[in-house]
């Protein structure tokens, strides 16, 4: 089967691509590939040279560009006002023109899949003059994308779309055409960086670096007309493994002067590379603590090699130590970033960017928001978002998370209206949840995800449910062949609340972690981490549940947020239900802000969940004849999956609960 | 490093190389062997024709051979009495004459490591004329080897000593140094029968039948002198996926052919071939279930096809359902093999062995023994032992079984003096612990296991208390550099309780598997298999734990006894304490006969097990100097790890049974 439109399937350039356009600039071939494309096929006429008005519907220009064109476009200059930037746009009308400028051509391009997701309102005399600008200046995936098979995690690190579009067994695929149409599908959305390769890196990866470099530079070349500039994940150890040093120390002159060679080499052959990605001290990943270095110096030392050339180093500050004892309640996981990294606040290079995971732990469903954000003034931060649906159903179940990233990037730090967590970073990186499947993402609805990322990176005030019929509206919806309206309302229906619904039939009350090892984090296991080294407990016992992290009597977390929060999050009377027992211990017959007990919410909440799941299933199955058979079919599939799965979670927390509490359920339903 | 000697150190032949030795009769080239090397090293001289009584002190001689050589081995013979059949031999005084006699060189050679076992006392004037005969005709290991690499389980299934002996990648190691020197020790112990390959057959193991015979008939030449006979795991399919017909089933004429064609060219290739060894329906692998089948129809195809040559086809009992739902409290995987098999006794045609695990779950250190043993009076049956330490502790704990495996032996289901269970079976069967370990079996101390079993089938009435001291004894102890007296005592202390003590800290009142399925069964994982589709639970709630097996109120399990123990098992009173949660669920304040309570024994239990352990490690210290290096520090390791592990266990099981009985120890000792 072909690989399918996501959300740039042809129709959803009926209105630019049937009227008259003018593609003015130098540089532009991106854009005016794509106006071509669309105005043969739904019969609208391209132009390159200038014109009147009254030949023209649409002017897609530089702003430079000397004279403009039409006289509707050096109107539009005139009432454009400050510069849109190297990203930004400006669309106005003129007249009966709509003019589109940019400062550069991924600015236009920019500007152009705007105009498709406005469809025929760009044309409309309404249209006010609007500057557009990314909120957030880098906005990046992450693919965990192993070039060799690795034996545990397989081709793609928590992948669960198929095989890589980058590699498969060892080696560079080389498809171009499926790199140029993911390029296409990331530039329609905003994203402007990517890495290529896994943050843990293999001995085959690390040379990607090095001997493979023309596997990165094909990406690239591939990649760089869509405004897309291409990172690697290196190996701290890189000096070692692959120079031959006989050490990587961070102060070591061999080591920089390594450094500094090598990425002059990258630099030479890929002259827009964007810098590197680094896992380091973390999982038995190298790093600068094997040296009795700081990660200050470490990620220094990889800032000062690529600062000559414009690139920078995205550090993870995900820092912790993985053997712990489980029998140690003082040792808490959730506080290693901010112990390790924010006493190193002003230390990095000003190229540096410290890669924050948006909770303390690691990618749960729910967690409170990362403090290290809120405590680093002196650092450039990013915060890392997980688009592959890890610990959220690892897209056999519909989870939409928009609404999970919009409150994470509205988190208000201060508790002033000013400052939210969008405010406090400057890029948004996410891994990617995209594999060589035909429908991308494995999930044919986890496309919003990959689709909602880069559209709250580009503007995070965006309405995640506006951003969702977005969604919807631009797949119109995938594959639909029949009743639109109703397509588009039951699609609606069975994602808007979806993250919410799976929060209820999983871990409850934010403390998280209830996944099986067994099973790579997917389904139930209540213990499955309770009596292990990585440090994620919820120490439920037969009177209680829950972690203390106050400072008075529990391991003090809390205490790494600014007062507000740490009082709010440490009162048993203020802290909000959803993180109650991520914050505290309690016993099952705590009441709750919602009146309910701990153990009736548990019971409730797993119950309910599973309901919600199985009206999803039964939506989709009234949409049987109006969708492309292919993607009913895969969708259905996952919602018997997701049902069965939900239920599981459902039966097995809540018999856990019942056997723990000996508290019955207030309704009488069954629990085993 | 050169392979351990085992059981079979050249000093182990002092008694016997330093004498003058008469071997006679034909064929019997493997003792004489075994006599020549023996002499050519310790100062011995070997004769081969007749002599009198002055000119030697020891004639091993096939009693058929007329006439005898000697004066003392004519009045050996008519000392003799009834024959000693095909494996049996007499030993003798006459005069200053030690004579043994068989009736076949296997018979013979089995004699000749009986004199090795006696040593110095084979020569002393008390030695009374004896006839022995091995009291199961058949005494068998699996080797669960795969030919390829298996992507989960490996090269050896359930191995803990490194790779096969026989296969590696995907071929035929053709290591036959190793293979014959594997074969030496098992006929030193008895062993006459070996399937070569897993009972779970991969697509490459399935064509050892047909195109890769020669690999299976190379083994065979190689162990045909040491009276071993060679055995195949075959695949139910085999019809199907190596004859290329269109079914499997057994009543199908087309297949019967198929079977005994290819039965007939195995025989062809291997004149004692033993027979076929399966795993049907269970656990996905084919049977006859697939065809509407029974297992009597299954196991009498193949054993038609068998019969002409004298071949049995061991068909294993384990068969249950593995997609079981936890909620269903009313099924019971302990019953499955009884209601599987019992109803088909006397449907099988005499050359099949059904071959049923000792316990009627799988392999633990505690389980009552099966209730098909004593149900199928009609029917060959062999029990199954696991000397590979799946749920034992891996070949990294030391757990000597010859006890557990004595009391299994033992074990009277009709509670008369008469009939143990050893009384009842034809043979036993053990999958192998051995691997191309320079140790054998990983462990150095495991090797007691391999060489109890093989004690344990030729004479199920043995003390293991006393098979183990002559294994120390015999390898002297293995490695020995010194003070002997003491290593023996030492290795004596550390082995001969070393089951109770792994059963003391690993799941209590055998309840059972607790074991953690991400680890392959190493190490406590307490819920690990509660919400599993397996059917291994316990039940644990705050009340209480175990599982009710009782006809009145439980699953019915109990029933399946014989009404003495039926009666036994049911009864609380009366229900042996290590087998209580087997039978029953009790609150954890119920009081054991021994006047502890549930909770306070596992607590006991738990802190004991890891002083034992302690105990084993402190005393191995001791041994620094007087031993082998290498082999010192492999078991240093290995019980550094049974230290750790054994701390993990009881702090795991403990904790959480303290999180949900609420119960404190009443020693106040650590619970975390």
């Known amino acids: ?134 909120a957030l200046r880098r906005r990046m995936l992450d693919h965990w994308d192993n070039v060799s098979v690795h034996p545990v995690m397989g081709q793609v690190e ?152 414009g690139g920078v180093v995205h550090w993870r500050a995900f820092v912790y130590n993985h053997h712990q004892d489980w029998r140690d309640r003082s040792t808490d996981r959730a506080r290693a970033a901010y112990d390790h990294f924010v006493p190193l606040d002003g230390d990095f290079r000003t190229n540096v960017v410290l890669q924050v995971k948006y909770g303390p732990v690691d990618f749960q469903p729910r967690e409170p928001v990362s403090p290290v954000l809120a405590a680093m003034p002196a650092t450039r931060l990013a915060m890392e978002l997980q688009v592959t649906q ?62 909602a990322f880069g559209r709250l990176a580009w503007d995070p005030r965006l309405d995640p449910t506006a951003v969702l019929d977005e969604w919807i509206d631009l797949t119109s919806p995938p594959g639909s062949t029949g009743d639109t309206g109703r397509v588009r309302a039951t699609l609606h229906a069975i994602m808007d609340d979806s993250w919410r619904t799976y929060e209820r039939y999983t871990a409850p009350l934010g403390v998280g972690f209830m996944v099986d090892p067994l099973r790579h984090h997917y389904g139930p296991n209540v213990d499955g981490y309770e009596y292990s080294r990585w440090g994620t407990y919820h120490f439920a016992d037969r009177d209680g549940v829950g972690v203390d992290r106050t400072r008075a009597t529990g391991t003090g977390y809390a205490g790494q947020y600014p007062p507000g929060w740490a009082q709010v999050y440490e009162s048993l009377a203020d802290c909000p239900d959803e993180l109650l027992l991520f914050f505290h211990h309690v016993p099952y017959d705590h009441v709750l802000h919602s009146g309910s007990t701990v153990i009736q919410h548990i019971y409730d ?50 018999t856990y609960f019942f056997r723990k509490s000996g508290v019955p359920d207030a309704h009488g339903r069954p629990i085993h």
Chains 1, 2 share one sequence.
């Open 1 to 134: 089967m072909s690989v399918h439109a996501a959300w740039l399937p042809a129709e959803s350039f009926v209105a630019l691509g049937s009227r008259r356009v003018l593609v003015h600039g130098d540089g532009v071939d991106t854009v005016l590939d794509e106006v071509t494309r669309a105005c043969a096929r739904h019969g609208g006429q391209v132009r390159r040279s200038p014109c009147g008005d009254a030949d023209v519907d649409l002017v897609l220009a530089l702003r430079q560009a000397v004279p403009l064109p039409v006289p509707a476009a050096q109107a539009a200059r005139q009432a454009a006002g400050e510069p849109p930037g190297d990203e930004g746009f400006v669309l106005t009308r003129s007249g009966d023109v709509t003019v589109l400028l940019a400062d550069t051509p991924t600015g236009l391009l920019y500007g152009l899949f705007h105009l498709v997701r406005l469809g025929a309102a760009a044309f409309t005399v309404d249209q006010p003059t609007r500057r557009h600008r990314p």
């Open 390 to 451: 890890e610990y959220t159903g690892q897209q056999r179940h519909v989870c939409y998370l928009g609404p999970w990233w919009s409150e994470l990037l509205g988190f208000r730090p201060w508790q002033t209206p000013e400052r939210t967590v969008a405010d406090v970073v400057t890029e948004l990186v996410a891994v990617s949840n995209v594999g060589d499947d035909p429908f991308w993402c494995g999930h044919p609805l986890a496309q919003a995800n990959l689709y």
């Open 158 to 309: 928590r992948g669960y779309a198929g095989g890589s579009i980058f590699w498969r067994d060892g080696a560079a695929r080389h498809d171009l055409a499926r790199i140029r149409e993911y390029g296409r599908l990331l530039a329609a959305v905003g994203i402007n960086a990517i890495s290529v390769n896994n943050v843990n890196v293999g001995p085959v990866e690390a040379r990607l670096l090095t001997d493979r470099l023309d596997d990165v530079a094909e990406i690239a070349d591939v990649l760089r007309p869509y405004g897309i500039r291409v990172h690697l994940s290196v190996t701290f150890a890189a000096p070692v493994v692959l120079g031959g040093l006989p050490t990587a120390d961070p102060r070591d002159e061999q080591v920089r002067a390594w450094w500094a060679t090598t990425t002059r080499q990258v630099y030479e052959r890929i002259g827009d590379f964007g810098g590197y990605v680094v896992k380091a001290d973390s999982e038995g990943q190298p790093g600068p603590f094997s040296y009795g270095r700081s990660h200050a110096d470490g990620a220094n030392l990889l800032a000062e090699a690529l600062a000559p050339h």
């Open 605 to 654: 909440t797993h119950f309910t969940g599973v309901a919600q799941v199985e009206t999803m299933r039964e939506r989709w199955r009234q949409l049987a004849g109006l969708l492309d058979q292919a993607l009913f079919e895969r969708v259905a599939e996952r919602l018997d999956e997701q049902v069965r799965s939900a239920t599981e979670w459902r039966d097995q927390i809540n």
